[in-house]
């Protein structure tokens, strides 16, 4: 398995600003991803977090409005930026392990209201 | 491209009753399939998963679900239900079974009756 933590838990901020969410997993993983869940909604993938490299945006993305770093094998951080009301979402960071048989594990999301 | 459809937005079950959560998935190769729960103020937890092999599955909790490839349906099922299980309920759909993002559908909002 994998525990995964993220901060801030939530945040209410101010419209135009940004704010950047750390993703922490307690072992190393092969693939990191950032999804987003509007109010009453699903979950949206935003992007995979490539280690070393760019992140790989999902249509209707991108990486101007949601920077994301992967430093390491451990780390990721997600930037929504410029915010406004319509950013206001749950946002939760996954990882896959290889040897998890097929799984996917989800941190505890970052809930974020845009005033 | 994939998509997974859960038809019910909410299903309310009297405590003690049978459960069957419907899911449709929209893939084109053999799919990697998952249940998700999501409590209030909680993350995701993974109820199970298929992708290949027995078409029931068993997962966490006392809930399993049924591939059937003609219908394109992966659909949880319980046999008794308990008040605990209140929930949101997420079918999801992925290549490379979780190695690359999933598609989740739309989630079921189950409430339970005493």
């Known amino acids: 398995s994998a525990v995964i933590s993220q901060k801030p838990s939530r945040d209410i901020c101010q419209r135009g600003t940004s704010l950047t969410i750390q993703c922490q997993v307690d072992s190393q993983v092969t693939m990191m991803f950032w999804y987003r869940q509007q109010p009453g909604q699903s979950l949206t993938l935003i992007a995979t977090?490539?280690?070393?490299?760019?992140?790989?945006?999902e249509s209707g993305f991108v990486i101007d409005k949601f920077p994301i770093s992967r430093p390491n094998l451990t780390f990721s951080t997600l930037t929504v930026s410029n915010m406004s009301p319509e950013d206001s979402s749950i946002y939760l960071c996954s990882v896959y392990k290889k040897l998890a048989r097929n799984e996917q594990f989800f941190g505890p999301g970052t809930r974020l209201t845009v005033l | 491209a994939q998509s997974v459809t859960q038809p019910d937005i909410h299903i309310t079950v009297s405590e003690g009753a049978s459960l069957e959560l419907r899911c449709n998935y929209s893939y084109g190769a053999t799919p990697y399939l998952f249940w998700y729960v999501q409590s209030p103020g909680q993350g995701l937890q993974l109820l199970l998963k298929?992708?290949?092999?027995?078409?029931l599955v068993q997962g966490i909790k006392g809930f399993e679900a049924e591939f059937k490839r003609s219908q394109s349906s992966f659909n949880l099922r319980k046999p008794s239900v308990h008040w605990s299980d209140a929930a949101e309920y997420f079918c999801?759909?992925?290549?490379?079974?979780?190695?690359?993002?999933?598609?989740f559908g739309k989630g079921t909002h189950l409430i339970i009756q005493p």
């Open positions: 298929y992708f290949s092999g027995d078409t």
């Open positions: 999801a759909v992925g290549s490379g079974g979780g190695a690359d993002g999933l598609t």
């Open positions: 977090a490539n280690q070393g490299s760019e992140a790989t945006y």
